[in-house]
């Protein structure tokens, strides 16, 4: 019998590559969408899944909505990938972030008490739930600390999950992802700000690439990798908590020097904290430079993951490493630039 799996958020980046994984497994794929003026596919179109998954309007702000496409699509496992997904968003648009990321997914887990509680339910949590870290790296049994209103409503998220498994006997699981990439992340996130500006400038169509901390700590991995263990965490017998990540940590100026070496530049630094310049040795043309209004209110310096549980339980491990995964982004942004797609 064919699974049948539904993706909120499926036009992100992870809805993306979890509809490809899934379908490559042979799964009826349904994937929900927020509804706009225009409906926006082009990662689908970029993996070639667009023609294959079942599209449907999806507002988790909406319960009776939420009902209405339960009892439509009759899922077996529901992936939720929706919510507002950027921090610094999150401090401009604190009560809209906690509506959707916090109150829409206890509304989904409501949901399938009432309508089946034996539907398999994955919740991205995230590794900014962790924020002024407490333990190096983190584990699943590490304190939360969060530091934004994304974290914080990722956080009642996280805990109502678990509350809803304890409770009701849901196989409700959080998957702790720490940052991962592609060359389908939106540009509002700082790594593909970086390969897609210096492609541009690679191309003449920008000046200079601004930044904020450059000394911020993160765990990059690769999100086609992130995806196969969310999967795995819902064909366990017993629903549980797993961080994905690599177990390693490289800082916001090591990633730019990485993009900008795939770039051709050799990338040499002037200065310090609001005064550091990137520049290519050869040319002498500044590259990078700070910005301080790109600095969070509140700055999560450092975060990096064990993933020994996922692999332990899983049999989850990554395989891209951080190398190749920028030079995966550069070079897609690079065809784009020279394509004059890049916008």
Request: with cysteine; proline share 4%.
């Amino acid at each position: 019998m064919t699974k049948k799996a539904l993706i909120t958020g499926v036009t992100g980046q992870d809805g993306a590559y979890l509809a490809r994984l899934l379908l490559n497994k042979g799964y009826e794929v349904v994937g929900g969408y927020r509804r706009k003026p225009t409906l926006n596919t082009w990662r689908m179109r970029e993996l070639g899944v667009d023609n294959t998954i079942r599209m449907v309007p999806f507002d988790v702000l909406e319960f009776d909505d939420i009902l209405s496409v339960l009892q439509d699509v009759e899922p077996d496992e529901i992936y939720n990938l929706a919510g507002q997904s950027f921090v610094a968003e999150s401090f401009r648009k604190p009560l809209f972030t906690s509506k959707v990321n916090a109150i829409g997914v206890i509304r989904l887990l409501e949901a399938i008490r009432i309508f089946n509680h034996k539907i398999r339910f994955y919740q991205a949590s995230s590794s900014e739930m962790f924020g002024k870290v407490q333990q190096t790296p983190q584990t699943e049994a590490t304190p939360f600390y969060p530091r934004s209103p994304y974290a914080v409503a990722k956080l009642y998220a996280h805990w109502m999950t678990v509350t809803y498994r304890e409770s009701f006997g849901i196989h409700a699981n959080s998957g702790i992802l720490f940052n991962h990439e592609s060359p389908l992340r939106d540009l509002n996130f700082v790594t593909r700000k970086i390969t897609a500006s210096m492609a541009r400038i690679k191309y003449g169509q920008q000046d200079v690439l601004e930044l904020g901390n450059l000394e911020a700590m993160r765990d990059w991995g690769f999100a086609g990798d992130y995806v196969e263990g969310m999967h795995a965490m819902l064909q366990q017998d017993k629903p549980d908590d797993f961080i994905l990540a690599t177990n390693a940590t490289h800082s916001v100026r090591h990633f730019c020097e990485a993009a900008a070496h795939a770039c051709d530049y050799d990338l040499v630094w002037t200065g310090e904290g609001i005064h550091a310049k990137g520049i290519d040795r050869k040319s002498g043309k500044i590259l990078i430079q700070v910005n301080p209004l790109f600095y969070r209110p509140t700055e999560v310096d450092l975060v990096v993951g064990n993933p020994k549980k996922a692999k332990e339980k899983l049999g989850w491990a990554p395989k891209v490493d951080l190398p190749a995964l920028v030079a995966m982004m550069t070079e897609a942004d690079l065809r784009r630039a020279s394509a004059g797609e890049l916008e």
